[in-house]
């Protein structure tokens, strides 16, 4: 993994986006007629998972924010959880790294773009591995820290990356446990990439069945999906171009352009 500085980290006051952590505004741009790049993107992050949940299961999204993979997963018996007791969740104040679930409770989990917001993420997969049935499925979206990435997190003073910390250490929290919306865009990369330290920690619990790296401009200019930034509308036409364009950056080089990545891990 390339990286323009080991780490650097900003204060909620000094980010340069806006609305940031506010879902109630979130949701209310989403259902405008002004947020057709955002529904394109959020699309591309959610209906790929569709096709590894069945129409029967059971399953929760944890860390659902804004709740807006409600509109495009399909299966009937699907639920939102979050930390927080915004009306549309189904669970409300549900902690992912200490649910109230019982064990074995669902046949799918799914985590978007919110592993690296988690302080303990050992803590989480532990707890993920409890609450879902044998053979069921954690599926999950989140940011991969290519250089582009960790510029526009420079630029924008959003979250902030330490690739120094041990992940998999359980004493020290890798993003700050008092602000949730507080996030560490590296640990995606510490925990994905080496496969060997994967095995080792989470062997046990989990393997992956799926692993996808996806996203480049799609994500640049969908004007951000909970805090708001700056983007350029364009119709379904011009976005398709841009993920046609995106598969190749993201094929060629996805140390320097790649944005995001998909998994599905598979309990033991």
């Not at 773009?113 to 989140?142: C, D, Q, S």
């Not at 990435?149 to 992940?167: N, R, Y």
């Not at 865009?185 to 393997?207: H, P, R, T």
């Not at 909970?226 to 996805?254: E, G, H, Q, R, W």
Request: with cysteine; charged share 25%.
């Amino acid at each position: 993994m390339l990286k323009i500085l080991k780490r650097i980290k900003f204060k909620s006051k000094e980010n340069k986006m806006r609305s940031v952590a506010d879902t109630l505004n979130a949701s209310q741009i989403f259902n405008s007629n002004k947020s057709g790049n955002l529904k394109f993107l959020l699309q591309q992050r959610f209906n790929w998972m569709n096709k590894f949940i069945d129409e029967n299961d059971t399953g929760i999204e944890v860390g659902s924010g804004a709740g807006f993979s409600k509109y495009f997963i399909k299966n009937k018996n699907f639920k939102l959880t979050d930390m927080s007791d915004d009306s549309h969740l189904d669970y409300k104040n549900i902690d992912a790294q200490n649910t109230n679930f019982n064990n074995s409770s669902f046949n799918y989990v799914i985590a978007s773009n919110m592993i690296h917001h988690v302080p303990f993420p050992l803590k989480f997969f532990r707890e993920m591995n409890r609450i879902l049935k044998t053979n069921g499925k954690l599926i999950i979206f989140e940011s991969y820290s290519s250089v582009l990435l960790q510029l526009v997190t420079i630029i924008m003073k959003h979250e902030g990356f330490d690739f120094t910390i041990d992940v998999w250490d359980e004493k020290n929290p890798k993003s700050d446990e008092k602000d949730v919306w507080a996030g560490n865009i590296a640990v995606s990369n510490l925990i994905f990439d080496d496969k060997k330290k994967f095995k080792k920690n989470l062997g046990e619990y989990f393997y992956i069945q799926y692993e996808e790296l996806t996203e480049c401009l799609i994500f640049l200019n969908s004007g951000g999906v909970t805090s708001k930034t700056f983007c350029i509308p364009m119709n379904s036409f011009f976005m398709n171009i841009l993920k046609i364009i995106d598969k190749a950056l993201v094929k060629l080089l996805p140390s320097l352009f790649c944005l995001g990545r998909r998994l599905v891990l598979v309990k033991r």
